[in-house]
């Protein structure tokens, strides 16, 4: 296999980039049996010049190959961890000795927790997330790691229009106490955002032009905002969201955004999900890389996901991936064809 540079994203490559080091990060999810060994997978990270990696636990044959590379990682604990973290301080603090300190890798974010506000361990995230902060601090980690967690869209009551964003009732006084930590620490609150099940599941009152970056005109005007898409639409409900929690100052990032290509056709495609992307990238890259109610704020983005999944449970989520196990590119994406 080799890889081609393409002119498609060439005259962009001035904004939204260090060097050839696209502002942008992709998932590595580890559901497969056939997935590329860690040093492949990071090799492909490099030559497709991706700035940022996602890892869902901090498996060590990974880090290792992240070591020296420059990635900024983002990484957290499993979710069967965190009430031990919340409960035993020297938990965390072992577990930044184990998985954080012996590794010279640009860690830059710590998720303690992936969708899980809503169920029985999402009380002790913010425990959890005080406890690692000091940890670092403790362990003598001199570099900033943000430490925060990972919102899904169900933890908001409503969306639209985005200045009506608003969390659910019974995970208010969690999300308060989060906020407030990330506040006070200068940290992210990131969320997982799939425009592709909000159209896939009201195809006929949400557009395809909408979620896929396919119009040039406002879709929805609210108040003094106006929105071209729903990706944008939504990191802003998030703002308004937290803006009644009292906490507007907190940045919103997106931990994983993608759309599948198979499983659940028309709404899953190829060009659907060339289209989201493809539309998302440029719009992280051409200078746009805020949304309307945070113009200063450039939304940090990862996309899901490296490689599809094939012990993921059911066609649409076994498909996000840009490439195929093979590392074959399922479709044109980060300037990269493969013959
Ligand atoms: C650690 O990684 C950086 C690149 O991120 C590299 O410049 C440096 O030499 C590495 N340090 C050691 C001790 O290997």
């Known amino acids: 296999m080799f890889l081609v540079i ?44 991706i700035g940022w990696i996602r890892l869902y636990e901090p498996f060590p044959d990974l880090l290792n190959s992240l070591q020296g590379t420059g990635l900024l990682v983002a990484v957290g604990p499993k979710n069967e961890e965190i009430k031990t973290l919340a409960d035993q301080y020297e938990y965390a603090v072992n577990w930044v000795k184990t998985f954080i300190a012996p590794y010279n890798v640009s860690f830059n974010w710590i998720t303690v927790g992936n969708e899980v506000i809503q169920s029985e361990i999402g009380r002790y995230v913010p425990q959890a997330m005080r406890h690692i902060k000091a940890a670092l601090t403790q362990t003598g980690i001199s570099r900033t ?45 990131m969320v997982n955002i799939y425009p592709y ?28 905002y106006q929105y071209t898409n729903i990706f944008d639409a939504a990191v802003d409900s998030f703002n308004a969201a937290l803006e009644k929690l009292g906490h507007g100052g907190v940045k919103v990032y997106v931990a994983e955004t ?39 704020v450039p939304v940090v983005t990862f996309f899901f996901e490296m490689f599809n999944e094939d012990l993921k449970q059911g066609e649409v989520e076994q498909s996000f991936g840009f490439f195929t196990p093979n590392m074959v590119p399922v479709y044109d994406m980060w300037n990269v064809k493969c013959l």
């Open 6 to 49: 393409t002119l498609l994203f060439l005259s962009t490559r001035s904004t939204g980039v260090v060097g050839d080091t696209l502002f942008a990060g992709v998932c590595d999810g580890r559901n497969g049996d056939n997935l590329p060994s860690p040093t492949q997978t990071i090799s492909l990270y490099q030559k497709i010049n």
């Open 258 to 296: 993608g759309w599948p290509t198979r499983g659940n056709p028309p709404y899953t495609s190829v060009e659907n999900a060339r289209a989201y992307n493809q539309g998302l990238l440029k719009k992280l890259t051409t200078g746009a890389r805020a949304t309307p109610r945070r113009p200063q």
């Open 145 to 189: 790691i943000h430490v925060t967690t990972v919102l899904s869209t169900a933890a908001l009551a409503n969306s639209y229009p985005p200045s009506a964003g608003v969390f659910k009732p019974q995970i208010t006084e969690v999300l308060t106490e989060i906020a407030s930590v990330l506040s006070s620490t200068d940290s992210p609150l």
């Open 197 to 224: 099940f909000a159209y896939a599941s009201d195809p006929s009152h949400v557009s395809l032009a909408y979620a896929t970056f396919g119009s040039d005109k406002p879709v929805v005007i609210d108040g003094n």
